[in-house]
């Protein structure tokens, strides 16, 4: 992916403030910092969001987050940590390879969680019905 833009950062050809690298993983700060230290964990290998990811390779990340976030909440005395994954536009996704923010949080930094809806009767059941149906259709055919 030649207009890949952390692809050009995993390759080097663009700078970026790098806290870890092995040979399938980067991780880098943020140039927008929700807060600072917040990074970006990516695997070399293209591919546009975690939904398009391979198996081997989602199993890889989630330990290497936790160490990162360790890490991260460490240096900048952070009081807590949000592992956020934005899939497609809708999401808020606008960097079309896959990346985990690892974003410290401070008591009082000022943002909020999202507000949650609540269902129509009966709407719970439904849909959880139809997921959970999706879902073992999805585990068979994997
Ligand atoms: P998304 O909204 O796609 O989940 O997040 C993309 C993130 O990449 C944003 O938080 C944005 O600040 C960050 N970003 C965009 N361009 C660059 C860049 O050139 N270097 C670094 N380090 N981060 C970037
Ligand atoms: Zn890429």
Redesign the pocket.
């Known amino acids: 992916m030649n207009d890949c833009?952390f692809c050009k950062?995993a390759a080097g050809e663009?700078p970026?403030?790098k806290i870890y690298e092995d040979e399938r993983f980067l991780a880098?700060?943020?140039?927008?910092p929700i807060n600072p230290g917040h990074a970006?964990l990516i695997p070399k290998n293209h591919s546009r969001n975690m939904l398009e990811t391979d198996e081997a390779t989602l199993r890889e990340l989630m330990p290497l987050v936790a160490k990162l976030a360790r890490a991260v909440m460490t240096v900048v005395g952070a009081n807590g940590i949000n592992i956020g994954i934005?899939n497609e536009p809708a999401a808020?996704?606008?960097?079309f390879h896959t990346?985990i923010?690892i974003i410290p949080r401070f008591s009082g930094d000022g943002y909020r969680m999202w507000g949650g809806k609540e269902y129509e009767e009966g709407e719970e059941k439904a849909l959880a019905e139809k997921i959970a149906t999706e879902v073992e259709t999805g585990l068979r055919t994997r």
């Open positions: 833009l950062i663009i970026s403030g880098f700060l943020d140039i927008m970006l934005n808020g996704q606008v960097v990346h923010h």
